[in-house]
């Protein structure tokens, strides 16, 4: 999750803070480090759902689904 002038953490933060309600597809690349990886981080930051590379079409598509689809409850709306 990393970006030009900023990391993908560091904005997935501030939109948690600033956006409570927006759903989130945290997508990465992997650590850096290799002792966490980002989609593990980018979960507990609040991300709905989060998909390490590489990954197939429709799994993205589905992540987009469920993370829509959820209501304020954690619950999926089908």
């Given at each position: ?71 304020k ?6």
């Open positions: 999750m990393d970006m030009p002038r900023r990391g993908g953490t560091q904005t997935l933060d501030e939109a948690r803070r600033t956006l409570p309600g927006l759903p989130v597809v945290a997508i990465s690349g992997g650590a850096p480090d290799g002792t966490q990886s980002c989609a593990t981080t980018a979960l507990k930051l609040g991300a709905g759902k989060a998909l390490a590379k590489p990954f197939e079409r429709h799994d993205l598509l589905a992540a987009i689904e469920e993370v829509v689809l959820r209501d409850s954690g619950a999926v709306r089908v």
